[in-house]
């Protein structure tokens, strides 16, 4: 097949596109969707698995195009004059997919690449994860009911909440309760308004 110019920098567009569309935005929604909706999730997971293949076999498709029809002419024709010699760093390299033959059609290179990406693919995603020790907690209640509560009050009432909590001992009581494992009160980092009531019970 013969491209034009035009051609291969629109494929290294389509590269760019993909990847940015389909690869790098989908990570960021990611984070802020993973525990709110697990389906949407999940498919914007197996978005970025098909994604970082595809943008490889473009890339590399732009490359070996590129070499062959820019770089590779305008050497050749550097020399038209009489032979150069070239210093030893400029060397011409040969298709990747030379060890299959001049005669693999492009659709069985374009199924190894893609093959061959999602095997290396598997590693950070499947095989690493499952490499890794799990940890199992053998803490009281770590079987039992965890709920969580918010509070947030007006603006400059944050003393006068902690104060009531303290003085009632709603914690201490809370504690005493049968069945209960824990129960934690929690000022939120950034906000000054905002607590959070953590509590564990057995069931």
């Given amino acids: 097949a013969i ?3 035009g051609n291969i920098y629109f494929i290294a567009f389509v590269a760019h596109s993909v990847h940015i569309l389909f ?14 909706n697990d389906y949407l999730s999940r498919a914007i997971e197996f978005m970025i698995f098909l994604s970082v293949p595809i943008t490889h076999i473009l890339y590399t498709k732009f490359t070996n195009l590129h070499e062959q029809t820019i770089d590779l002419p305008s050497v050749l024709n550097a020399d038209k004059d009489g ?12 298709s990747p997919f030379v060890c299959f033959g001049n005669d693999t059609s492009a659709f069985v290179k374009m ?8 095997i290396i693919g598997l590693f950070p995603t499947v095989i690493v994860p499952v490499m890794l020790p799990t940890c199992k907690s ?4 770590a079987s039992g009911i ?5 509070a947030i009050l007006f603006e400059g009432m944050d003393e006068a909440f902690e104060d009531y909590i303290l003085s ?3 914690i201490e009581n809370a504690r005493k309760y049968d ?3 824990f129960y934690y009160f929690n000022k939120h980092m950034t906000n000054p308004n905002q607590y959070f009531f953590v509590e564990g019970w057995e069931s």
């Fill in 83 to 94: 032979p150069i010699d070239y210093p030893d760093k400029y060397v011409i390299q040969k």
């Fill in 146 to 150: 965890v709920g969580t509560s918010t």
């Fill in 111 to 118: 199924i190894l690449w893609y093959l061959l990406c999602i």
């Fill in 179 to 181: 069945g209960n494992n």
């Fill in 138 to 141: 053998n803490a009281p209640g």
């Fill in 3 to 5: 491209y034009s110019i």
């Fill in 168 to 170: 009632k001992n709603l």
């Fill in 23 to 36: 690869t790098i935005l989908p990570l960021v929604v990611v984070n802020f969707i993973r525990d709110q």
